[in-house]
């Protein structure tokens, strides 16, 4: 299937700038889709974006407006690029990639301070 490596995650303070990378490798000819979540230990994994073969994308509320998903098709690496951010933002970050089946990178931290 596909693999999923996450990059970019780290401590930023709050109203600052972050951008998050996920390479992907394996059967990446099968990719439908690809997004990203986020998770806090406890709470359920939040849906942010997705960006579909077309290019179009769509986002969650509490993100748009401040996020911005891209792609780079020769490099097979979706971005999340992250402004004014939160507090509230800190959580561990997922890239998802759909083909027949769900696939899932390890996930990369992010930690915003006040």
């Known amino acids: 299937q596909v693999q999923l490596v996450e990059s970019g995650g780290g401590l930023v303070q709050a109203g600052g700038s972050l951008r998050l990378s996920c390479a992907a490798s394996g059967s990446t000819f099968s990719i439908k889709t690809m997004g990203w979540f986020r998770q806090v230990p406890g709470n359920q994994r939040e849906f942010l974006a997705r960006?579909?073969?077309?290019?179009?994308?769509y986002y969650a509320d509490s993100v748009k407006g401040r996020f911005t998903i891209s792609r780079d098709n020769a490099k097979n690496t979706v971005y999340l690029q992250m402004t004014s951010l939160k507090p509230e933002d800190t959580a561990v970050y997922y890239c998802?990639?759909?083909?027949?089946?769900?696939?899932w990178g390890q996930g990369t931290q992010v930690t915003v301070s006040s």
């Open positions: 960006i579909l073969n077309d290019g179009s994308t």
């Open positions: 998802r990639a759909t083909t027949t089946r769900i696939n």
